[in-house]
């Protein structure tokens, strides 16, 4: 090969480096540049030309580059008059729902409906729930622990006890139903178990966990206590209208 060959190759893959680097994801970087904090999941062209859908947890905002602007809202399409905001949300969701390792949650019960939850034992909102999921004899139950310490500082202590336990679904109902709120509880020291309770806290992140209780019942998110809706999804009459949100999550 001859040596001008050698060099225009080499001056061509520099040029094609440099252009790599320079169209890498210069949305990205503006987002950088402009709002520090925000730290999205995944950033995509968006629905309108020129804004850009980004993703942060359970959240959906749009992005302008040229002017800089975040842009908080629904995007609805003119024609079928749909929340095209709505739809990406429930697509993410779904995506986030087949990834979660099942098998790293403590199980509570057989039934037919599956209902996955997150919860935080020292939250009141939690065991309100928690205590109607566990009335019913048609639900199985897929609990992750996901402490809030800036909320209940106790919680974590709490949720390390329900997993160094030996009966685990025993310690689970006795946490959540108040008895041990006052107790000064005895700790494992396996390291499994911490582990364990990592591992719960990175699939509620992945989940876009913010508050507690989060539960997925039968494949649909639901964000609180709302304690009419989580009726509704879980009843055999899926004829009812929907309710609206009736209880915060703390």
Known sequence: MSKKLLVFLSVLLCV??????????????????????????????????????????????????????LIFGEIVSPKEKKSITADRKRQLREVKLKNIPLDKALKVGNGKKTVVEFTDPDCPFCRKAGA?????????????????????????????????????????????????DNDTLELCSDPKVDELLKEHKTVGDSAGVTGTPLLIIEGTFVDGANMPLIEKLLSDDKTATEPKDEQPRK
């Open 16 to 69: 094609m480096c440099a252009q790599t680097v320079v169209w890498a994801d210069p949305v990205e970087d503006k987002i950088k540049e402009v709002f520090p904090d925000v730290k999205p999941d995944s950033v995509k062209e968006g629905p309108i030309k020129g804004l850009y859908e980004v993703v942060k947890g359970n959240e959906i905002v749009y992005f302008d580059p040229v002017t800089g602007y």
């Open 132 to 180: 109607y999921l566990a009335s019913r004899t048609d639900v199985t139950r897929y609990v992750f622990l996901f402490p809030i310490p800036q909320l209940h500082p106790k919680a974590a202590e709490k949720a390390k006890y329900i997993l160094c336990s030996t009966d685990k679904k025993k310690a689970l109902e006795d946490v959540m139903t108040g008895k041990h």
